[in-house]
């Protein structure tokens, strides 16, 4: 009996043969592709490393923000950047890739936390393994990073928001009742800026009276607008500061034809408030460029593994943004970004 | 035939095959990427898959038996849950892992109650309860999270003894345990046979319906204990905890060669095909850095798997 008959013929055997050929040949394959940006970690080049990790990946935001990082890394030249992050927004899978970099000895790891109490444990880890850790777009547990790239301050975002209603509605001197629409009353973003806000519209002729919190439910939102434009009849403005709030609000004015009479403003992304922008129910909306604070993360990242970037330093030189403030242990894209229908269409996100 | 009489006497084909399969991704690994075969680092990683490794025991013995367990990774969202619930309330943490541990056999319980004395059949049952302990878990705590369980309890996941993670030891023993209650014990007989023929072993005397209790009872406190090492390792305890699990702890069961008919297989198969999907994943998603490829991957290797079982087990029907 030949060899082919003993193999060939019997289909079981085949099987099992044809099997184990294909599981080395997946392997083999692997063994063949450029190996991954792990190598450096060999120290064959002398590239840095930088993970950047999002909450979600896959969504338009995020999706913006990694835009900037991957020009910070090609500007820099001496960056190998990986970016990648759950697509569920999954806070354990987070922490798993965070430990996952670290073993793999990467020199950065940027983190956008979702949940930072899940994710603390794997930053500590990854700091207590030599290993320079920053958050970005959302602050960490205290001591798990040493620095955090903060898209916007209270500040600027409640002045902001403020500013771009005045100015929507017709300059310094309009008069008129506003409202504003939170999360819920517990929100500590929404309450850091509505803590500028209020005494931003005091030196206005505007009249904040009342502040809803429906939480973040769109109908609550909607419902809770409907009813502030039917109580006030003198409204001109509602902000909606959440990113359920301010749809939810501009849906509630587009629904009871006030378009254009009571304006609505607020914070979230372009393509969500493409539509209301367009049919004027909303002039402007307010946003930090997420492109910018990929490029400015990515930059930190860099600089601080050089060690160019110290605690205690004040500013940092960060490439076609110039020089950017560092408060404590928060370095600050600082500036926001106001949609309007002049400029909304060249972003997508 | 000589070569195949052989073969039939030779009882580790599946090892052999899952075992070659690991080396030889390991090597390919190392050489790929030296880095990859630093024990420091695959022990550190290895957090990632004691959670599974736990439940898979449980898990070969019931399939083995010809059921399957389908709420194990619903009933640690209810588990985490509870001893959320009961940490915030008493601020405890013996007191919550003993509640968690009661929470889940109380779960695996019900399972086994309804499939032994109401007699459903194993699929339908735990399919019910795999959404009905998410639900409940979801309910009682309205989706909130409890976290800050303190630096102590997250060394229970996190910590090391000799370089090794602590739930590796656990794993270790628990892994012996059922190995030699499948192998030396009648009860371990009795779970083989079930799943042969369950008539005959109901005929020849054998209480069917007090083994398949207590063996979904034992998944259930199982799911407990990996509770108490998963809240640990992320000090967070919500309703989401586990999430997908079952799939997971299924794949590397089948991997591993136990026959999801029942009958055939065992906690060595388990455990190499636990080894060969960790290793895989992690293989996977450091060579290429995109997080989503290594469930294609696993899915391959479980298609695959199934494959080369089947060839090998028509050539034993020969």
């Known amino acids: ?349 | 035939m000589n070569i195949s009489d052989g073969k039939r006497r030779f009882p580790w084909w599946h090892e052999a095959v899952l075992g070659v399969l690991l080396i030889a991704l390991l090597i390919t690994a190392g050489i790929v990427n030296p880095g990859f075969l630093n024990l420091r680092g695959q022990l550190l990683l290895s957090r990632h898959l004691w959670e599974f490794a736990l439940l898979a025991l449980p898990m070969t013995l019931i399939i083995l038996t010809g059921g399957i367990d389908l709420s194990v990774g619903s009933a640690m969202g209810m588990c985490a849950v509870a001893f959320g619930m009961c940490y915030s309330s008493t601020g405890s943490v013996a007191l919550s892992c003993l509640v968690c541990l009661l929470v889940g056999v109380a779960g695996g319980g019900v399972n086994g109650w309804l499939i032994s004395r109401m007699n459903v059949h194993p699929l339908i049952v735990t399919l019910a309860t795999y959404a009905a302990f998410r639900g409940l878990g979801e309910g009682l705590s309205q989706g909130e999270s409890y976290s800050q369980f303190g630096e102590d309890f997250s060394e229970v996941a996190r910590g090391m003894w000799g370089g090794v993670p602590i739930p590796a030891y656990l794993f270790g023993l628990l892994a012996l345990g059922c190995a030699l209650f499948l192998s030396r014990t009648p009860g371990g007989r009795y779970v083989y046979a079930i799943g042969h023929n369950e008539q005959a072993v109901r005929f020849s005397g054998v209480n069917v319906g007090r083994v398949k209790l207590l063996l979904y009872a034992s998944s259930g406190l199982m799911a407990g204990l990996t509770t108490i090492i998963y809240v640990s390792r992320f000090d967070t305890a919500k309703a989401d905890a586990g999430t997908g699990f079952e799939l997971d702890v299924i794949t590397a069961v089948v991997v591993g060669g136990t026959s999801i008919y029942g009958g055939r297989g065992n906690i060595g198969g388990t455990v190499l095909g636990l080894l060969l999907i960790h290793e895989t994943r992690q293989f996977v998603s450091r060579q290429w850095q995109v997080d989503e490829l290594k469930s294609i991957v696993v899915g391959l290797l479980l298609i695959g798997s199934l494959l080369l079982y089947r060839g090998m087990q028509v050539r034993n029907r020969e």
């Open chain 1, 1 to 349: 009996m030949s060899i082919m008959e003993q193999y060939g013929m019997r289909s079981n055997r085949g099987w099992s043969l044809t099997c184990l050929l294909a599981f080395s040949c997946l392997w083999g394959c692997s063994g063949g592709t450029e190996s991954g940006p792990s190598t450096t970690s060999g120290g064959t080049e002398e590239k840095l490393t930088i993970c950047l990790l999002p909450k979600i990946k896959g969504i338009a935001y995020f999706s913006s923000c990694a835009e900037g990082a991957r020009e910070a890394a090609d500007e820099l030249g001496n960056v190998e950047l990986i970016y990648d992050g759950p697509t569920d927004g999954d806070p354990k899978k987070q922490a798993e890739m965070i430990e996952q970099w670290t073993v793999e000895g990467v020199d950065v790891i940027c983190v956008a936390p979702n949940a930072p109490d899940v994710v603390a444990g794997a930053m500590r880890d990854a700091q207590d393994a030599g290993i320079k850790v920053l958050t970005w777009d959302a602050e960490g547990v205290e001591g798990t990073r040493s620095f955090f790239v903060n898209q916007a301050t209270s500040q600027a975002i409640g002045e902001g928001m403020v500013q771009a209603m005045v100015k929507d509605l017709g300059g310094p001197d309009v008069e008129g009742d506003v409202v504003i629409i939170s999360s819920d009353a517990t929100s500590a973003n929404q309450n850091a800026w509505i803590d500028v806000m209020k005494p931003a519209l005091e030196k206005t002729k505007l009249n904040l009276v009342t502040i809803k919190y429906p939480g973040e439910n769109a109908s609550n939102a909607l419902a809770d607008a409907q009813d502030v434009i039917k109580k006030y009849p003198n409204l001109k403005g509602i902000f909606g500061i959440s990113s359920v709030s301010f749809p939810g609000a501009a849906e509630a004015v587009e629904q009871m034809g006030k378009s254009g009479e009571i304006l609505v403003t607020g914070l979230s992304t372009p393509n969500e408030m493409k539509r209301f922008v367009r049919n004027g129910t909303v002039k402007s909306v307010v946003l930090w460029n997420t492109i910018d604070l990929g490029y400015l993360t990515v930059l930190a990242a860099e600089s601080l593994a050089q060690g160019k970037l110290k605690p205690g330093d004040t500013a940092i030189q960060a490439g076609r943004l110039g020089e950017k403030p560092i408060a404590g242990d928060n370095i600050l894209l600082g500036d926001i970004l106001v949609f309007t229908a002049d400029n909304i269409d060249q972003y997508d996100f």
